[in-house]
Each structure stands twice: as C-alpha cells, then as structure tokens.
C-alpha cells in the first residue's frame, strides 16, 4: 500500500517536471542568442553601438537620435575611453561605411570590378 507522503513527493516531483519543461520551452521557434544584442534605441548605449557598427550610416543615426555626425563624435569622445575613441575615430574615417555615399560608391566600384 502506498502511503500519503510516497504519494505526495511522486505527485511534487511530477509539478516539478512539468515546471521544468514548461520553462525550457517557451516558443516553437529557435532562441538566436547574440553576443552583443542591439540594445534600446532611446538608451544612449544604442548610439555608441551604432556607431561602432559598420553598416550603421551616420544618417540612419541621425534618423533614430536627431545627432549629426559631429554630435555623434562629440558624443564617444565624452562616453567611451579615449584610446576607445581613437581607434573608432580612425575605423570610422578608413575602414568602415559609415556615410551612405561612400558606401554607394565603393559597392558600385566593387561591382565594376567583379563584372571586368
């Protein structure tokens, strides 16, 4: 004969179970876990990691925040450490796309080099 504690904890351990699995399975689709999710776009956090995105263009910057190129600058010089900001003030100016024009301008000479 089974007893009422027996019954008790097999009933506890089946509420914790199901618990565990209704907890591990929140939706059918897949969790994208992102090393460096895009955070709020009203947090000032948004603006330096905008700005350290290469495909992020200063005009989209400015259509999110109302900051122009050089409130921007003036922005990362203040919020990050100034050997942060030099090393993002030079990929900013060489490597990077961050103004819609010159990234037109180099996909189009891209393109005219892959065709010849």
Same mark, same amino acid.
């Given at each position: ?10 009933? %506890? ?18 969790? %994208? ?23 992020? %263009? ?35 100016? %060489? ?9 037109? +301008? ?5 393109? +005219?080099?892959?065709?010849?």
């Amino acid at each position: 004969m089974v007893s009422f504690v027996d019954a008790f904890q097999v009933f %506890t351990n089946f509420i914790y179970f199901v618990k565990f699995l209704v907890k591990s399975k929140k939706s059918s689709f897949p969790v %994208t876990r992102v090393k460096n999710p895009e955070p709020l776009k009203d947090s000032p956090d948004w603006i330096i990691w905008a700005a350290w995105a290469d495909r992020i %263009t200063f005009e989209e910057i400015r259509k999110v925040t109302g900051l122009s190129e050089g409130h921007v600058i003036q922005f990362m010089r203040k919020s990050i450490k100034p050997a942060s900001f030099r090393r993002w003030r030079k990929r900013a100016s %060489t490597q990077s796309l961050k103004h819609r024009k010159l990234f037109s +301008q180099r996909r189009k000479s891209f393109h +005219q080099y892959k065709t010849i």
